[in-house]
């Protein structure tokens, strides 16, 4: 009898203890889903800020009235143009109020397309002003290489906006065994180390110092010169990471806690950067 009330305590207590544990992952599992979805919405903040701010640069009233004056052939509001109102005509007389509506909501649907039209208009004259403002030694920066699937596309819009004689600075994330452990493992998977969302890099979207080479060149951009850079410590780079993840430091506070130096005499390893320039 006792022997049983032994085996029982004993499943008891590795029940508890299982349950326990269960609760512990659970908990940190949820604890990671929510500085993720805080990451989240902290980058679509940053997005609303920065639309914000170039809705309110787009719609100035200064430029409006330049655009206006430069479009639009707008005249003074004359005398013949002021009426009494009783040279207003009459009220219409009532009849075919669905025909009515429907003809109202033609028109008004051709104005929208007409005001889209127009704001179409604007934001590419206001794209071309600022193409046009690029001087020949203007540079162009270029970061996510490593994050976006179509690095083909981004480096056609850098090469657009260049003059000839024009310089586009990049950094990226080389594509070797090292870089996947670090950037695929340590800052994408592993859950102590975890600070990027998943999906964030892949390993298709790292790409070598030669093939990016042959992406600029493909649209005009001589490469210049590549060459790696690193942390001068690595002890700093996991306490930042290690911190990072409890989030005791932000993003932006990363930098300074990591001394990063420039590797020139060697093949770059996990991170490099360049830059090259419009022929």
Not at 205 to 224: F, I, K, S, T
Request: glycine share 6%; net charge positive.
């Amino acid at each position: 009898m006792v022997r049983l009330l032994n085996i029982l305590a004993i499943a008891a207590l590795i029940g508890s203890a299982i349950y326990a544990y269960t609760i512990k992952y659970e908990t940190i599992f949820h604890a990671e889903t929510i500085v993720k979805l805080q990451h989240e919405i902290k980058w679509e903040q940053d997005k609303i800020g920065m639309l914000r701010a170039e809705w309110a640069h787009l719609t100035r009233p200064e430029r409006i009235q330049a655009l206006a004056d430069r479009f639009l052939d707008l005249q003074t509001v004359s005398l013949n143009q002021i009426v009494k109102p009783e040279s207003l005509p009459g009220k219409a007389q009532r009849g075919d109020e669905i025909g009515q509506k429907l003809e109202a909501l033609g028109t008004l649907a051709g104005g929208v397309a007409h005001d889209f039209n127009n704001l179409l208009m604007l934001i590419q004259a206001q794209s071309e002003r600022l193409r046009g403002r690029l001087q020949a030694d203007d540079p162009a920066y270029a970061d996510t290489l490593e994050i976006t699937a179509d690095p083909d596309r981004v480096i056609e819009q850098a090469a657009r906006v260049l003059r000839p004689g024009g310089v586009l600075i990049y950094d990226t994330v080389n594509r070797t065994l090292l870089s996947r452990l670090i950037y695929l493992g340590v800052f994408q998977a592993l859950p102590g180390t975890r600070i990027m969302p998943p999906g964030r890099y892949a390993a298709a979207r790292l790409r070598a110092p030669a093939e990016l080479a042959a992406l600029l060149d493909h649209h005009g951009l001589r490469n210049q010169d590549t060459c790696g850079f690193k942390p001068k410590d690595a002890r700093s780079l996991v306490r930042a990471v290690l911190a990072r993840r409890r989030g005791q430091i932000t993003d932006e506070q990363i930098p300074p806690i990591v001394s990063f130096i420039l590797a020139p005499h060697s093949r770059p390893v996990v991170t490099y950067l360049g830059y090259a320039c419009k022929v």
